[in-house]
């Protein structure tokens, strides 16, 4: 390679020839399997999304001819993502494969009159088929020893291709099985063959013949590869380099030639061999790696778990897993080299990585603050709502201004949800009995799967969580620990079975109930009332008083419920404690750094100042731009819109304290303990269990509402009364 060119110019596509990093272990598997045996075996090569596994599987298959035992081996290459249809893929096989039988010279008149047979248009599925394996058994036959290797890239696509006929999966287990025509598979792909035919609904056989092999990080002698030629791109190789590099990238293949590519440029530019320039023009594209990596922007998750996302998060917390997940789920996160163990306990493939699992899931452990279900299943943004929303008019009817306040919508859901939980709870027991519950969980063990935990799971957690922060009381039922969108998911999954006589209308209907109802709860729980539309308002409304109509047996159990837990409405109170906190932080931050603080203190904090404030930010801006993906453009106030309580004090109390102590005028012990309360208090409250604050923490909670609604509304004043002196 020509000093001059950049090592890693090739990052966004496969490493061939001299970009390939030899993958020392990998290769070895790939020979004594595959390439060296008389009689080659099938290999599935699994990794996550750009660890080099088509790269790898090329330069071994078509770039190491000269090796022993390949000279009779016939490659074909099939990127499967290519194809609509199964019949086109096994008609691609057999074309491939008589084409470099051609071009090698090895056809005779029999093999050709074969192929000719299989290439004939016209002819049913099963006829090509059975051509085609004949076309293999007589190349073997003219050919002996030859080795048909077929290399099926992307190989995750098969979940998809083959979903209408699974049996499509036993077709090709069929090629290699019977030694007249023996085709081997190497497949390659990021999920494990298992789940690849579950995905397809198909009972998983395909891998029993298959070895896996998992492609993962760069080992030591690789990473020094990679130096290496960082070194001979001119750059100064020290430790302050290799450690900011490590920080960001770890040893992960595609991350480090991101990295890599920049750093050379940068250093050709500025001579200045700076890890951290290099990547700042780069984040986006390790951020968009890592969504892809975490399986947000799929539909399916990405390895052998429901979700790596939340128990790698709890992994790297030292949370306890028991009960969660098994020693197969972890060793799937190590095989994949996502997570590695190490004395203290586990770390994901670099610290960047983590810090961006902090970002996008916050969790305050110190204030056992675990936000309840708040988002939405892609199943609710299909074809079917969106053809319904495209039609429909904005109802032309008006309400009073009081009827469409944001306070009247949030206490008719509040009443709407009380009442579901009762009715079904009631419902329910009456079909199932007493143990009506786990009755359910047997019924429907993964019923509402989210991360790796079921709807029964999580209100078993909630409940837990409930009586550690709270203490225990008496409570309905579990379903009390449901979210929204866990109560339309057991009305859909017992609709036939229970509560179809009772609601009545289609399911479809009640789906896109939930999910219009959802998105309007959420807008509600963090205080965006102001974002919804006047229409939106007005058909929640609707589909509230229909549901307590339809369920007004209920509905006085469920208020009486209710009005149990105090006269004092403590989320209003809460909610405007919250509004009061957002305005002081946001003017005080104004006043401090201007009209743009928001990016100024995004860019001002880092690692070696706190690196949890811009974290915080980065988080409320991914935020933003999920609302907009899912609700389109709303209108927000600033970032703080998207902040909880705790993050807000986080800025409060973090090198921001000497902004924030001459407005508050407080002991900085005392608020962060008022802090840490009122932050605590949002669970329960958004999740109408208000009654779980009681006893003498009810007090409490009213009194230090007002306590710091009073401190926030003294310190709004000050903050206000200077910029008018200014």
């Known amino acids: 390679m020509s000093l001059s060119s950049n090592p890693f110019d090739g990052y966004d596509a496969a490493a061939i020839g001299t970009h390939f990093i030899e993958r020392g272990a990998a290769l070895r598997v790939i020979e004594q399997r595959v390439l060296a045996p008389q009689e080659p075996g099938n290999l599935s090569m699994l990794g996550l999304p750009r660890t080099g596994k088509t790269s790898l599987v090329y330069h071994a298959m078509f770039e190491r001819e000269s090796l022993p035992g390949t000279r009779n081996m ?23 494969c008589i084409e470099q039988v051609t071009n090698l010279g090895w056809s005779t008149p029999a093999v050709q009159r074969a192929a000719d047979a299989a290439l004939q248009e016209g002819i049913s599925w099963s006829e090509g088929y059975a051509r085609m394996q004949r076309y293999v058994q007589k190349l073997r036959q003219a050919r002996p020893g ?10 995750d696509a098969a979940a998809e291709l083959f979903k209408a006929d ?3 999966f036993a077709s090709i287990r069929s090629l290699y099985e019977n030694p007249s025509w023996r085709v081997t598979f190497v497949t390659i792909s990021e999920r494990s063959l298992r789940e690849i035919e579950l995905l397809a609904q198909s009972a998983p056989t395909l891998h029993v013949p298959f070895q896996e092999c998992y492609l993962t990080m760069f080992d030591a002698a690789e990473m020094q590869e990679y130096y290496a030629r960082l070194a001979a791109a001119g750059l100064p190789i020290t430790d302050a380099l290799t450690g900011r590099i490590a920080w960001y990238a770890g040893n992960h293949p595609y991350l480090l030639a991101r990295l890599g590519y920049q750093l050379v440029e940068t250093w050709r530019e500025k001579r200045e061999a700076s890890a951290d320039d290099a990547f700042a023009r780069v984040e986006a594209d390790f951020r968009a790696y890592y969504t892809r990596l975490m399986g947000t922007a799929v539909a399916t998750p990405l390895v052998g778990v429901p979700s790596a996302y939340t128990l790698i998060r709890m992994l790297i917390d030292g949370t306890p897993t028991r009960g969660v997940a098994t020693g197969t789920d972890i060793d799937m996160l190590m095989r994949y080299g996502l997570i590695q163990q190490t004395l203290e306990g586990y770390d994901v493939f670099s610290p960047h990585f983590q810090a961006y699992l902090r970002e996008t899931m916050p969790v305050i452990q110190d204030q056992n603050e675990d936000e309840e279900g708040e988002e939405f299943d892609e199943d609710w943004l299909g074809d079917d709502w969106q053809i319904e929303l495209q039609d429909e008019k904005e109802p032309e009817e008006s309400l009073a201004a009081e009827d469409m306040s944001g306070a009247h919508l949030w206490s008719l859901w509040r009443e709407t949800e009380r009442t579901m939980r009762v009715a079904f709870a009631a419902i329910l027991k009456e079909k199932y009995g007493e143990n009506w519950f786990e009755r359910l969980k047997q019924l429907h063990p993964s019923l509402k799967t989210k991360g790796i935990t079921t709807l029964f799971d999580r209100c078993q957690v909630s409940l837990e969580r409930e009586e550690k922060n709270w ?18 998911a057991l ?7 229970t509560f179809q006589p009772i609601f009545g209308e289609d399911p479809l209907y009640w789906k896109l109930c939930s999910r219009r109802l959802v998105e309007v709860r959420v807008l509600l729980a963090h205080n965006r009332d102001r974002s919804l539309r006047d229409f939106e308002r007005r058909r929640a409304i609707d589909y509230y008083q229909k549901i307590l109509t339809v369920l ?4 006085a159990q469920a208020r009486e419920q209710g009005e149990q837990s105090g006269r004092v409405d403590l989320w209003s109170l809460w909610l405007e404690t919250e509004t009061a906190l957002r305005a ?24 070696d100042v706190d690196q949890r404030i811009k974290e915080y930010c980065q988080r409320w801006r991914a935020y933003r731009e999920q609302e907009i993906s899912r609700f389109g453009t709303r209108p927000f106030q600033d970032y703080l819109d998207f902040a909880y309580p705790q993050e807000m004090f986080a800025i409060i109390f973090s090198v921001e304290w000497s902004t924030f102590r001459p407005i508050f005028r407080a002991d900085q012990a005392y608020l ?25 923490d009810r007090q409490r909670a009213e009194d230090c509402c007002r306590e710091l609604l009073a401190m926030l509304r003294n310190a709004l004043d000050i903050v206000q009364e200077g910029e008018a002196h200014a």
């Open 74 to 96: 016939l490659p074909v290459w099939i990127d499967l993502a290519q194809y609509q249809q199964p019949g086109e893929f096994f008609l691609a096989l057999a074309q491939k």
């Open 146 to 155: 030859i080795h048909i290797v077929c290399v099926l890239d992307d190989f």
């Open 166 to 168: 699974p049996t499509h």
């Open 471 to 488: 203490g225990a009381r008496a409570y309905g039922s579990m379903l009390e620990y449901t979210s929204p969108q866990d109560l339309f």
């Open 491 to 497: 009305l859909l999954a017992e609709w036939e079975a």
């Open 552 to 555: 007004h047996p209920w509905r």
């Open 584 to 607: 002081v932080v946001a003017l005080a931050l104004e006043k401090q750094y201007g009209e743009q603080w928001f990016e100024r203190i995004e860019a001002a904090y880092t690692q």
């Open 672 to 696: 962060l303990q008022l802090a840490q309360f009122f932050a605590k208090m949002r669970n329960p409250l958004a999740h109408h269990r208000e009654e779980a604050i009681h006893g003498e």
